[in-house]
């Protein structure tokens, strides 16, 4: 119940909510539609992949996400030219490019030329013309024997384990956080011991030049007195 002596709500019940109310009685007819589609169009790609296109493995962006492993838009450059293939090509055989891309991390850019080289041990190139085949086409018998692939190039993420073990007596000792003081106070200080090895290679410079110097005095000297 309403507590104090408030306006009695004034309910509007007379509304034609009839009118406003949305059906979808057609689902199950799009659901099959959709499926038709789906197989029309793996019969007129084929026998190219259904999902697309190679894609790169990529890490999240921030500290949050960078844990979750997913697809990329494309592979970089670097990982294309330790694969051997060039960017021309790759996407001729299905292999995505992305210009932009950049390797932050040697662990992903290894996974992903593992991936592109794997790629390239499956791959099955078809012939432009069946009655002129060129150097590396497939046979008449490996063409026959095509499955189109219809899920994206699998991946398999090894997670690294440590062993369990003996905790040794440095460990009991050190301090996680005076380490990471003492690393914050060396970047820091980084200038400074670069500026001392200038200066001290400046004297050094000064002071050898210096003594070339002399003896040309002592010889003027000597010359003057004859």
Same mark, same amino acid.
């Given at each position: ?30 659901? /099959? +539609?959709?499926?038709?589609? $789906? ?10 992949? !259904? &999902? ?20 990329? $838009?494309?592979?970089? =450059? ?9 960017? %021309? ?6 292999? &995505?490019?992305?210009?932009?891309? *950049?390797?932050? &991390? ?6 992903? !030329?593992? $991936? ?6 499956? =791959?099955? =190139? ?16 490996? %063409?026959? /024997? ?14 690294? @384990? ?9 460990? +009991? ?11 914050? =106070?060396?970047?820091? *200080?980084?200038?400074? +011991?670069?500026?001392?090895? %200038? ?5 050094? &410079?000064? /002071? ?7 003896? +040309?005095?002592? @010889?003027?000297?000597?010359?003057? @007195?004859?």
């Amino acid at each position: 119940m309403v507590k104090h002596n408030n306006m009695l709500v004034n309910n509007h019940f007379k509304k034609a909510w009839q009118i406003h109310v949305k059906t979808w009685f057609n689902q199950p007819a799009k659901r /099959a +539609k959709r499926r038709l589609n $789906r197989q029309k169009k793996a019969s007129y790609i084929f026998p190219r992949p !259904v &999902s697309g296109p190679l894609r790169p493995l990529v890490h999240g962006q921030t500290l949050r996400y960078q844990s979750k492993l997913k697809f990329g $838009r494309g592979f970089s =450059l670097d990982e294309l030219k330790l694969a051997k293939i060039s960017p %021309r090509d790759a996407r001729t055989i299905g292999i &995505s490019v992305d210009f932009r891309r *950049r390797n932050r &991390s040697l662990e992903t850019q290894t996974a992903n !030329v593992q $991936r592109l080289a794997l790629y390239k041990s499956k =791959l099955v =190139l078809f012939p432009r013309k069946a009655k002129k085949p060129k150097k590396g086409d497939a046979t008449k018998s490996e %063409r026959n /024997a095509v499955v189109q692939q219809t899920k994206p190039f699998p991946y398999h993420i090894v997670r690294s @384990k440590d062993k369990a073990r003996a905790i040794t007596a440095k460990e +009991k000792t050190d301090s996680a956080f005076m380490t990471l003081r003492k690393a914050r =106070l060396e970047a820091s *200080r980084v200038g400074d +011991k670069i500026r001392k090895e %200038r200066k001290a290679a400046a004297g050094a &410079s000064a /002071a050898a030049s210096k003594k070339e110097a002399e003896p +040309k005095e002592e @010889k003027e000297d000597k010359k003057k @007195k004859k």
